[in-house]
């Protein structure tokens, strides 16, 4: 007997490998499924500038580290303008900025900016040797401050200095045509993942959440259709249609729970990962479960690190690709 309705169709797939450069932007699949790529030792950069749930900020981000990786120094320097304007002092007293989440800050507005242009940077290096980039779209909802510019996060400040807009499908397509042109100039073999994020965002009411989730859905599709280099994976499907239980969610009843994402995770392997790297997986699951364990015993914890050791160094006798560039 079979009580659910699995998912066959997946489209256009590529495979990763564990030669590929990643960047993931966006809200949770790129969040959860990145981390396991990073556990995993691929090298990936997952979110530099902390959680993004609207397209308009992703896009931002990729123009803004496009111009710095492109070295139109005019542009660049307007761009570099625009970012330290959005640099602010909190109540907290202290700086960040509208483009990034809390994880950029200082405790001056000098060293906000430093820490904002410095992971500018490291976008903009990691674009130049890119060969996957994966887009995960939360919300079409934006807010903008005084009605000028996109924010990436509130910051938890007054809601009366932000304007909230909604996205439409055309205007999705739009940015996310111009940014995927500038990309594909910057690196012609350029793979694309773009998923839509499972979380439901209650604060809308379920009606308006799924007036929300249907807009980016037709918004993937059309960009799919229009760009071969794009590949869409199911992440909103299985979990509500293919899962389509509240057991699956966490505690919140927002969230995915931590079967959910496991199960979305093997089935991102199996329509994504090439043979080799599911075979370093499978060898590397164990030393990723010896490293989850803490023990008190000073003896116990001995031993357990030197069963790490002997383990790792075999996997990397294995697979000496995932061990390059590290001691680990």
């Known amino acids: 007997m079979q009580f659910t309705t699995p ?26 499924v990145g981390q ?13 500038t902390g959680v993004l749930y609207n397209p308009e900020s992703i896009f931002l981000t990729l123009d803004t580290a496009l111009d710095i990786a492109q070295g139109n120094s005019d542009v660049l320097q307007q761009r570099l303008r625009v970012m330290k304007s959005l640099t602010f002092e909190a109540p907290d007293g202290r700086w960040y900025n ?20 410095d992971v500018m940077e490291h976008i903009a290096q990691r674009l130049n040797s890119l060969t996957v980039l994966m887009l995960t779209f939360g919300t079409d909802h934006y807010y903008s401050l005084n009605g000028q510019c996109t924010v990436a996060n509130c910051h938890k ?58 807009r980016l859905l037709l918004a993937t599709d059309e960009i799919q259709k229009r760009h071969s280099a794009v590949c869409y994976f199911p992440a909103y499907e299985i979990l509500n249609d293919e899962l389509r239980d509240y057991r699956y969610y ?12 496991e199960y979305i995770w093997q089935t991102f392997c199996n329509h994504y990962i090439d043979q080799r790297l599911s075979l370093f997986f499978q060898e590397w699951a164990p030393v990723l479960k010896l490293q989850s364990h803490r023990t008190k015993d000073t003896a116990t914890q001995n031993a357990l690190c030197a069963t790490l050791s002997k383990k790792t160094e075999q996997v990397k006798q294995q697979f000496p690709e995932m061990f390059l560039d590290t001691d680990n």
């Open 7 to 32: 998912i066959h169709d997946f489209g256009q797939t590529f495979r990763l490998t564990g030669s590929d450069k990643i960047l993931a932007l966006g809200s949770c699949f790129a969040q959860v």
């Open 36 to 48: 396991r790529l990073a556990d995993n030792r691929l090298d990936i950069a997952i979110n530099p």
């Open 98 to 117: 509208w483009m990034a989440a809390s994880l950029i800050q200082g405790q001056s507005r000098e060293e906000c900016d430093r820490r904002m242009a």
């Open 157 to 214: 400040m007054p809601a009366a200095m932000f304007e909230e807009r909604i996205l439409t499908i055309d205007e999705i397509v739009r940015r996310f045509d111009t940014t995927c042109r500038r990309l594909i100039e910057l690196r012609p073999e350029l793979k694309i993942l773009v998923s839509v994020s499972p979380y439901r965002y209650l604060k809308y009411g379920l009606h308006v959440s799924q007036l929300s989730k249907a």
């Open 250 to 261: 966490a505690a919140d009843m927002v969230h995915p729970s931590e079967t959910a994402e």
